[in-house]
Structures are given as C-alpha cells and as structure tokens.
C-alpha cells in the first residue's frame, strides 16, 4: 500500500489549500490526548487542516513540512431518545450484565454500574457522590442510586 504525502500550497490569502479540491483548508488546533478502543491517541494533539469537502484532513509529519492525509471521522449520528419523566419512575430491580451495564428504564440506552467507592476529598470537602453503588446513565444524565441493602434502584438529581 502507498502513502500518498503532501506539500501543502497556499492561496493570495496565505491560508492553506487542498491539493485534492483546491478548496481552502480549515485549521484545528491539536488536543489533549484521547483514548481511542482503550489506546491512548497521540495525533489528538497535532494540529490538522481539515478539507469537508474530500472528507480528509492533513497533519504535517515531524515538522517537515510534509503532509499526512487522513480520513475525517463523521460525526455520530445523534437518535431522538424519548426520555421519561423522573415523577414517572418508581422503585425497580436493576441487574447488571456481565459488562457492568443495565438498560435505562428512562431512556433505554446501556447505563453504566459504578461500584462504590471510598470518600474523597474535593476542595477541602468530603465529596459522598460515589460512595455508594450506583447505575449511571451518559445518555440521558441519569443516576439510580440502591435503596439501602436491596436489589432496588430510585432515580437520584445526585
């Protein structure tokens, strides 16, 4: 397989342009490191030039002045999610699966179980929020806090 690299031209603006489209590139500038599939990914921290047009970006490799092309990563689509009322919610059995996650019973979507932990302390404060077991929910920002020592989750605002 080759690796096509690129020396980027400019237009009369000084501004970077595709060599694919000849459209002017967008800047983005680098990151903090993320965590991609469990992999810390350090080219989050590289500035880009972004073309939407051809779907590529381009990062320069090692400060030589050459130009790596790379896929844009399409934006996740977004669902709509009908979100129950928390005045609806009564008192339920959660169970979690083998992967520590539950289905939402306001949205749906896989919620995440966080073990309880020991007290920390935030700002000079006891921080109590992760005491206790708890299923969290990304989706929707929900919390099911345990009801004392039984199977039995209530929805929480903390």
């Given at each position: ?14 501004q ?13 500038d ?23 047009k051809?779907?590529v970006y ?16 399409k ?6 999610v ?23 019973p306001?949205?749906?979507e896989?919620?995440d ?13 006891a ?6 077991d ?25």
């Amino acid at each position: 397989m080759e690796m096509a690299v690129y020396q980027l031209d400019k237009n009369e603006q000084g501004q970077y342009i595709c060599p694919k489209c000849r459209g002017t590139l967008q800047f983005v500038d680098g990151t903090a490191v993320q965590i991609v599939d469990g992999k810390a990914d350090m080219s989050a921290i590289l500035p880009k030039y972004e073309c939407h047009k051809c779907g590529v970006y381009f990062q320069e490799l090692l400060g030589s002045g050459f130009y790596d092309e790379h896929d844009l990563k399409k934006p996740p689509q977004t669902k709509v999610v009908n979100v129950r009322n928390t005045g609806d919610l009564e008192p339920m059995l959660l169970k979690k699966d083998i992967n520590n996650q539950c289905v939402c019973p306001r949205c749906g979507e896989m919620m995440d179980f966080v073990e309880g932990q020991p007290v920390r302390i935030v700002d000079g404060r006891a921080d109590m929020e992760n005491v206790k077991d708890h299923f969290h929910c990304s989706h929707c920002s929900s919390k099911f806090r345990r009801i004392a020592s039984t199977d039995y989750f209530q929805w929480s605002e903390k």
